[in-house]
Each structure stands twice: as C-alpha cells, then as structure tokens.
C-alpha cells in the first residue's frame, strides 16, 4: 500500500507541471486565427501593447465538438456574449483541431452564435498556451496578461463572472 501511495505522489508532482497551462499573470502568447466567416482574428489588436479600441479584456475558450464538457458550456457562454461585450470583454472560442464544417455544424445544432469562433486547425494555438485538455478557459485583460483561469467546464454563470471580476479589478 505505501508503494501505491508513493507511486501516485510521485506521478502527481510530476504530472502537474506536464498538465499545467499558463498561469495567472503570464503574458498570453500573441496568435491570428481565421474565423468562421474567413476573417483573421488578431489577439495583439483587442489586449497587449498594440491594441486598438475600448477593450477590456478578452476571454478566450479553447474547445472542440467531441468534448462533452465543451457542448455543454458552450450555451451558456453564448448567452452571456452580449453582456459581456457590453462590458468591454470580447469572447473568443478557439476550437482545436477541427475543420471548419464540424465546427459550423456544432454551433448549428447548439445555436451558438454570439461569440467570435476560431479554428486552430493544427494546434498550434493550442500548444503556445499548454492546453492539454479541454475545455479551458483564459481571462486575458487588456495589459495582455492572464487575469484568471477556469480549468475544465464552466459549469455556471458564477464561475464565468468570477472571471470577468478579475478583469475587471485587474484593469482598474
């Protein structure tokens, strides 16, 4: 028995930095994306040192249509996309590894249709930021750092407004 207990502190201390993806006040890595109207998306022109217009922050969720936890905040983020934008905080879906007829099919059937939605098609994205499972969620202000981090499903709009909080308090 201790030989198991051992083992799984061993694998727990070591797996962690392997799981782990950026951290609070890491500066996001800068990336471009094309949409699912064609058009690029740039991060350095909503937060960092380049940016242009009023925004606050943006939140950026990877995702992918075979992750349930994924379809199931999906919605819920999409309906808080208004509010958000209101507020100054651009949302940004990123999904990984998927093309762009799996992606407009998923939103179709999940009526999602607010948030701007990428597709980081071969991962790239996805690995500059240490995404090693999905979903996760980053809360990026307007400095260009990670204000906040939401690991696996927002479950709730408490979760995702604890979040915008620390954009918030952070811009200040």
């Known amino acids: 028995m201790k030989k198991i207990v051992i083992a799984g502190l061993l694998i727990f201390l070591f797996a962690t930095p392997v799981l782990a993806a950026l951290k609070l006040n890491d500066t996001a890595p800068v990336f471009s994306l094309h949409d699912t109207e064609g058009k690029d998306f740039y991060l ?6 380049h940016r242009s217009g009023k925004v ?25 996309t208004e509010r958000l934008n209101k507020r ?15 992606i407009r099919a998923l939103l179709a059937e999940l009526k999602v249709d607010k948030p701007v939605v990428l ?8 690995e ?25 499903e927002i479950k709730d709009e408490k979760a995702l407004m604890d979040g915008v909080q620390a954009l918030v308090k952070n811009n200040k």
Not at 119 to 126: E, F, L, P
Not at 131 to 143: E, H, K, N, Q, S
């Open 88 to 102: 100054g905080i651009k949302v940004v879906l990123v999904d990984v590894k998927e093309d762009f007829e799996t």
């Open 44 to 49: 350095g022109d909503a937060v960092g040192a």
């Open 128 to 152: 500059m930021y240490g995404v090693r499972f999905l979903p996760i969620t980053f809360f990026i202000g307007a400095d260009g750092s990670v204000k906040h981090l939401i690991y696996g």
């Open 56 to 80: 606050n922050g943006v939140i950026v969720s990877f995702f992918a249509s075979w992750c349930i936890p994924c379809r199931n905040e999906l919605p819920l983020i999409n309906a808080l």
């Open 119 to 126: 597709s980081d098609a071969d991962g790239k994205t996805a």
